[in-house]
């Protein structure tokens, strides 16, 4: 063992020491970053990595503008909203102007699973109800409540649940048809168990079940089902929002839909915690009629002008425009590489989410999960960084920093053609010495 591959387990050894066996690690040989730079992270011996996977530095590692906004309010002030402050709310007009005007307020929290957790509460206190649908291999957060309506952490639902899940809907013209029809049989679930209907819950992209996309609008039958059953519908834009799927800012709006909520979360504030909640007025007026809420830094100073900072440099920058241009670039080349191997069985997405399905015998074989954990480290080996999704974690997961050009584009779908290709030379000898 070298002196490098022993430190690590050393690392790791003490990690799983004092963190316990909870937490997880990417990557058969987990990877150590001391430094990023943009669309790259860097190991503990200088070698870059090209950083396809990671949202949550949504407008590039250690973005300089972001970075100088965080510390120059970290050098004044920093407290709470019980407070007056300026920042929160020029930082809530802007986030405002965003969304359609139909969404007129925000809240603030400090992780996605709280800005969850608060949808959830303002859903049962507007509508009277307790049941949510979610999608079969949905992640929503990691609080009790919202692990629940997280079946991608692998629990099962708890006896009595008002939870329903559904299949994700798939591509395809059908969708649409299919997805509503999933919806339909839920909603007629709860009724006959007598359960009043919440919300429908959903990624607009549908990140964990393995990345749905197409064709825009295919969500909106479902979303007008819900609503005749009493129920909200809850956009979760942690992932597909801020310019990520290229078209506009939030990946509901490729559904020509309002939703009643909106939840959003990692991109905010480039690694620094910011996450909040928008809602339609009339809802938070009767949710503040009934009931109280208080977040202590949610929206504290730093927040707001970390998340400010984004929002000017997504403006300024063009990236929304990146996304949906190198995006689609970046698709061509992945539907370019299907056709010389016959493992992809699909690629889809939108802007800069892609999802690459993997599968053995072609578009209707069996999913290629042991395949698709291969080519993530086969990948790692060649220092681009992706992930898997999807119920069978067949499906390369593929969501990169917003400053993502061509070029890194062209360096994914080369390295990604090597390792498809080593992969093949392996089944080869594999099957040949069987």
Not at 21 to 45: I, K, M, N, S
Not at 126 to 145: L, P, R
Not at 182 to 190: G, K, P, Q, T, Y
Not at 302 to 311: E, K
């Amino acid at each position: 063992m070298s002196a490098a591959d022993e430190a690590t387990q050393d690392l790791i050894a003490r990690r799983n020491r004092l963190l316990g066996p909870a937490y997880r690690l990417f990557y058969e040989q987990p990877a150590q970053f001391v430094r990023g730079e943009g669309v790259w992270l860097y190991d503990t011996a200088g070698d870059r990595y090209l950083d396809a996977y990671n949202n949550v530095a949504s407008v590039g590692h250690c973005h300089p503008h972001v970075v100088q906004a965080i510390a120059r309010q970290a050098a004044v002030l920093n407290t709470h909203t019980r407070y007056l402050h300026e920042t929160v709310l020029d930082f809530a007009e802007r986030l405002l102007a965003t969304f359609p005007h139909q969404i007129g307020h925000v809240m603030f929290t400090c992780t996605g699973s709280e800005a969850n957790d608060l949808a959830l509460r303002v859903a049962r206190t507007c509508t009277g109800g307790t049941g949510f649908i979610v999608t079969a291999n949905a992640y929503h957060g990691v609080t009790s409540a919202l692990t629940e309506l997280s079946p991608s952490l692998g629990l099962p639902l708890p006896q009595g649940s008002h939870a329903r899940l559904v299949p994700a809907p798939g591509s395809g013209k059908n969708a649409a048809e299919i997805f509503a029809g999933h919806v339909n049989v839920a909603l007629e679930d709860m009724k006959q168990s007598g359960i009043r209907p919440a919300a429908l819950l959903v990624d607009t992209i549908f990140s964990s079940d393995g990345v749905f996309a197409d064709p825009p609008g295919f969500l909106r039958p479902a979303v007008e089902a819900a609503r005749a059953a009493g129920a909200l519908f809850i956009a979760d834009e942690v992932q597909p929002g801020f310019g990520r799927c290229g078209e506009g800012m939030w990946g509901f709006a490729r559904h020509d839909l309002i939703p009643d909520l909106v939840t959003m979360g990692k991109p905010m504030g480039n690694g620094h915690p910011v996450a909040g909640m928008a809602a339609r007025p009339e809802l938070l007026a009767e949710f503040g009629r009934r009931s109280r809420y208080f977040n202590t830094f949610g929206g504290n100073p730093v927040s707001a002008a970390a998340g400010i900072a984004v929002l000017d440099v997504i403006e300024r920058e063009g990236l929304m425009g990146n996304a949906r241009d190198t995006g689609a670039y970046l698709i061509k080349l992945l539907t370019e590489l299907r056709a010389r191997h016959t493992l992809i069985a699909e690629v889809r997405g939108a802007g800069l989410f892609v999802g690459v399905e993997l599968r053995r015998g072609g578009p209707s074989g069996t999913p290629a999960t042991a395949e698709a954990t291969r080519i993530v480290n086969l990948l790692r080996e060649r220092h681009v960084l992706i992930s898997s999704a999807g119920p069978h974690g067949n499906v390369l997961k593929i969501r990169p920093p917003l400053v993502f050009r061509t070029e890194h584009a062209d360096m994914l779908v080369q390295r990604l053609d090597q390792a498809l290709a080593e992969l093949e030379v392996m089944s080869d000898q594999q099957g040949g010495a069987a």
